[in-house]
Antibody, heavy 120, light 110 residues
Framework: EVQLEQSGAEVKKPGSTVKISCKVSGYPFSDYDMHWVKQAPGKGLEWMGLVDPIDGETLYAENFQGRVTITADTSRDTTYLALSSLRADDSAVYFC?????????????WGQGTLVTVSS | QSVVAQSPSASGTPGQMITISCSGSSSNIGSNYVHWYQQLPGVAPKLLLYENNQRPSGVPDRFSGSKSGTSASLAISGLRSEDEADYFCAVWDDSLRGHVFGTGTKVTVL
């Protein structure tokens, strides 16, 4: 059974960095790109970027360029999302998701989400 | 604001059919597959349809999709109370070089 298990909720101060993890199981981690998606309270879904676990190649949404880093650790079957220079509007639930069909593909399995609260 | 627009809401009574639209441009819907996600309250999104009209295993055939030009649509027939959720279309955008989600449609079953 494919599972994506994300790390727990975080409370961070403005200007700091948060790092969230997503550990997968039930399939070969390197075979699928991993994506991260943001959902602010009461808002829609916003794509942040992806990583190819095989070579670590990344692609980031323009809105997050310069502040986001997505990595993959094949020894741990885990992908990470790091977001720096946090501000209040970064408070959101962040989802990891597996991509079927490479970077252009659809997101067929999702993590449960990680709530990040940015507050002084 | 997303470059892919959806009507904010749709509603119907049990048993009815409703349609949700997703409007984009030549750089996204016009040249790439559209996928649809269902998000029930308080949980992660779930893949509902992929590649315009394909249903993953376990998704009832009450859900169907289509695409024409720079627009796509999701139809839900035989509406049921458990269909009450937010629905998002998603597509790769060649100009942005990234995925784009539609603005989302909240479906209410009256």
């Amino acid at each position: 059974e494919v599972q994506l298990e994300q790390s727990g909720a975080e409370v961070k101060k403005p200007g700091s960095t948060v790092k969230i993890s997503c550990k997968v199981s039930g399939y070969p981690f390197s075979d699928y790109d991993m994506h991260w998606v943001k959902q602010a309270p009461g808002k829609g879904l916003e794509w942040m970027g992806l990583v190819d676990p095989i070579d670590g190649e990344t692609l980031y949404a323009e809105n997050f360029q310069g502040r986001v880093t997505i990595t993959a650790d094949t020894s741990r079957d885990t992908t990470y999302l790091a977001l720096s220079s946090l501000r209040a509007d970064d408070s959101a639930v962040y989802f990891c998701a597996r991509s079927h069909g490479g970077k252009f593909g659809y997101l067929d399995y999702w993590g449960q989400g990680t709530l990040v609260t940015v507050s002084s | 604001q997303s470059v892919v627009a959806q009507s904010p809401s749709a509603s119907g009574t049990p048993g009815q059919m409703i349609t949700i639209s997703c409007s984009g441009s030549s750089s996204n819907i016009g040249s790439n597959y559209v996928h649809w996600y269902q998000q029930l309250p308080g949980v992660a999104p779930k893949l509902l349809l992929y590649e315009n009209n394909q249903r993953p295993s376990g998704v009832p055939d009450r859900f169907s999709g289509s695409k024409s030009g720079t627009s796509a649509s999701l139809a839900i027939s035989g509406l049921r109370s458990e269909d009450e959720a937010d629905y998002f279309c998603a597509v790769w955008d060649d100009s942005l070089r990234g995925h784009v989600f539609g603005t989302g449609t909240k479906v209410t079953v009256l």
